[in-house]
């Protein structure tokens, strides 16, 4: 586990005059609830402020982020000035699946929670999730990392993962049962449902890597096969 960076004082002071300009300190104490000398013992690094207190400062400033977004937002529609373009991008480099349920935005840190489904969810539906972070985003921003979280999420729940099977394929035998290679893929990544592996054993037969012996074992073949005459998926 990373150990976390050391807390510069000058951080609290930066956030202070931030949130409340030049004269920043009794405000700040008083938002924190706090007396004003134990911010000064702060400052000094006589003493460190507890986590939770950390946690409301943060809040602050996300507050503060955000309040100062929508009021640019209201001047701009009062004004006539176009929309700024977004600076919310996604790709394989920004976004990552925490958990069978959790996908987080990495160079912010948000996160967006969908409830748990077993089955795979119609096509062209997005579920909804919670985001924390939220205020960082505007309501446009909200529906694009909702979607593009859920795309990231179902290619790992459900989507086929052929990598990652092929890897399982090669370490059994030349021939397995189908339910030896499940246990052995869930084992590897918890996320495989069977209809998952199905969909990229499936695959790989398209491919000509594998054969089905009846409907209780595959056979590992030499190579991918040229001459394929339909998609299986």
Known sequence: ?????????????????????????????????????????????????????????????????????????????????????????????ELRCVDRTTVEHVPTGSKVVFYEYLEEPPDEWVPGGTITNAALWSEDELVRFNVAAWKLLASHRYGPDLRAMRRVVRTCAHKVPIGELVRIAKR????????????????????????FIGAQAIQRLAGPNPIVRRRVI
């Open 188 to 211: 590897e990544n918890p996320m495989f449902t069977e209809r998952r592996i199905t969909a990229a054993l499936k695959e790989l037969e398209y491919m000509g890597e594998i054969a």
């Open 1 to 93: 586990m990373t150990e976390p960076i050391p807390l510069n004082p000058d951080r609290i002071g930066d956030a202070g005059r931030q949130l409340f300009g030049e004269h920043w300190q009794s405000s700040l104490a008083s938002a924190l609830g706090i007396d004003v000398r134990l911010l000064r013992y702060w400052l000094n690094g006589q003493e460190k402020p507890s986590q939770q207190k950390l946690l409301a400062l943060v809040a602050l400033l996300e507050r503060s982020a955000a309040d100062n977004r929508r009021l640019a937002g209201q001047l701009r529609k009062v004004a006539g000035i176009p929309p700024a373009p977004s600076r919310w991008t996604f790709d394989s480099s």
